[in-house]
């Protein structure tokens, strides 16, 4: 006798969410190979199938986990912080870019043929968070109410004239740096009243180091990109508790696509990077919600039985 197959199976395949979903994190999140794919299903599962089997059922989970990725988008977009940055990726023998744009419960992922301004404008549709968080690159600038520059960032740019020779800016405003990220680390044991007369302080001797005039081409770049471009975007996190003065927690979110990149050279087909660009969307929400990339796949693929079914 025949089983019957499980109620969550899709139609016109004969592999179930289990196997989807392990497929889809092995190749996602480990970077298994196609063919490596098939000895291990061999091995671990009995399991025979072939490369195209496997390509197929991953275009299936493209599909399936484009609607759980929008909801994860919009709830990105929902937020009042934004926080983003952007890697490159490879597709189709082409350079692209993988754009992340996060909140504290939800982070999105947007690979795209241009490193532009309209990325981060189309992803958020007419949106405008009060504050967005990110390097000093201009596409990601002028989205939102307030922005904060990652001030890890720019202490690796402090560095950068240091070593080129400027001992008369630099130095110290790295060591401001530093010491405003102190400050944000030990937020949250610190009263509203004692951070905003750390944010007066900073701001006393940023005004002060401003006056400098250093004679170093690097020095001189620096300096002058601060006064410019950065006055108002380095202490804002001293003003909301809800922002961070680094990036980190993005280029953390992007740390797995940049090994992907490298182990796999990145994709044959745009909708193997937008179904990678839905996984990534869904794994790291996964883990910021305290859920394992396996257990986030697995629950957004039961979420999207219906749309399963009909791929």
């Not at 947007?110 to 968080?133: D, Y």
């Not at 939102?144 to 405003?173: K, M, N, S, V, W």
Request: glycine share 6%; hydrophobic share 45%.
């Amino acid at each position: 006798m025949t089983a019957s197959a499980p109620a969550d199976m899709p139609e016109g395949t004969p592999f179930g969410p289990g196997i989807t979903s392990v497929i889809a994190y092995l190749h996602g999140c480990q970077m298994v190979s196609f063919k490596r794919l098939t000895e291990v299903c061999q091995g671990l599962f009995g399991l025979t199938i072939s490369q195209g089997a496997i390509a197929n059922m991953l275009a299936r989970v493209g599909d399936a986990m484009a609607a759980p990725a929008e909801r994860i988008a919009a709830e990105v977009r929902a937020s009042e912080v934004v926080a983003s940055d952007e890697t490159s990726a490879r597709v189709k023998g082409k350079t692209w870019w993988q754009w992340t744009f996060g909140c504290a419960t939800a982070v999105s992922f947007v690979i795209a043929s241009t490193r532009g301004k309209c990325v981060p404008t189309a992803f958020l549709a007419g949106a405008k968070p009060k504050m967005w968080l990110s390097d000093r690159l201009p596409a990601q600038c002028k989205h939102a109410e307030e922005h904060q520059f990652c001030l890890a960032h720019l202490i690796r740019d402090a560095q950068y004239a240091i070593d080129h020779g400027d001992t008369i800016f630099a130095p110290d405003f790295k060591a401001l740096l530093e010491d405003a990220c102190a400050v944000g680390r030990r937020r949250p044991d610190l009263a509203d009243a004692t951070i905003a007369a750390h944010r007066r302080r900073l701001e006393r001797q940023l005004d002060r180091l401003l006056a400098h005039k250093p004679t170093d081409a690097e020095g001189r770049k620096l300096r002058d990109a601060v006064a410019l471009d950065c006055r108002g975007k380095l202490l804002v996190f001293l003003k909301r508790r809800d922002v961070e003065p680094t990036n980190n927690e993005s280029e953390r979110a992007l740390r797995p696509s940049v090994i992907f990149r490298k182990v796999t050279n990145g994709f044959r087909s745009e909708w193997g990077a937008k179904a990678y660009a839905a996984l990534c969307s869904i794994v790291e929400t996964g883990r910021r919600n305290g859920r394992s990339a396996l257990t986030a796949i697995r629950d957004a693929l039961a979420t999207s039985a219906p749309a399963a079914a009909g791929a």
